[in-house]
């Protein structure tokens, strides 16, 4: 079974950094309080609520990847998702929906919580990395990336974020995912 994943074109591969463009999205979001994996978990199940039929037409939706995660209250561009901030905060946690939906397709969300907004075209900087996306791991790759960019001589125009690719079930060794960070000229 394959899983969709947001659709973007490559504008530079250098090394480990990526540059995509990625297209305009539809997406189901929700803002949730707590850590980092209280944020993720919270914020999954309200969401996979949502697609297998939490709804006003309960109507089921295909599962996509990544799940996003960014910290909330910072303006994100796209389908990008988790900042890494240490402790209790509140996080925007987000599901691509799948691309043959435009906005006026999409049941009603049966939780007010869930919200479902289109998302404009936007660049990101993106470094991938596999395993476990705890805390630590993810501000290393954020780090790395950061002085990776400003090397380059670019610079971020949103939070850093983390895309996770892959269901709970997957072995650690096996996962993707990425930190991502929205920049200009999308």
């Keep these: 079974m ?19 463009d990625h297209v305009a999205a539809i997406a189901a979001e929700v803002t949730v309080k707590g850590t980092q994996a209280e944020a993720s978990r919270q914020g999954f199940r309200l969401l996979a609520g949502y697609i297998f039929g939490a709804n006003s037409r309960r109507q089921k939706n295909a599962m ?4 996003t995660k960014s910290a909330a209250g910072e303006k994100i561009a796209v389908t990008a998702p988790v900042t890494q901030i240490p402790g209790n905060s509140d996080w925007l946690v987000r599901f691509t929906m799948p691309g043959q939906y435009r906005l006026a397709d999409l049941p009603v969300p049966n939780d007010p919580a869930v919200k479902i907004r289109a ?8 470094l991938r990395f596999s395993g476990l996306a705890g805390e630590a791991k993810v501000a290393k790759t954020r780090e790395q990336l950061l002085s990776i960019l400003r090397v380059r001589g670019l610079h971020p125009a949103g939070p850093v974020s983390i895309a996770r690719y892959n269901p709970p079930w997957t072995p650690w060794f096996l996962r993707r995912n990425e930190v991502m960070i929205s920049m200009a000229g999308g």
């Design 2 to 20: 394959t899983i969709e994943e947001p659709k973007f074109s490559l504008a530079l591969k250098d090394g480990a950094l990526e540059i995509r």
């Design 64 to 67: 996509t990847a990544p799940v």
């Design 119 to 126: 998302m404009v075209p936007a660049r990101f900087a993106v």
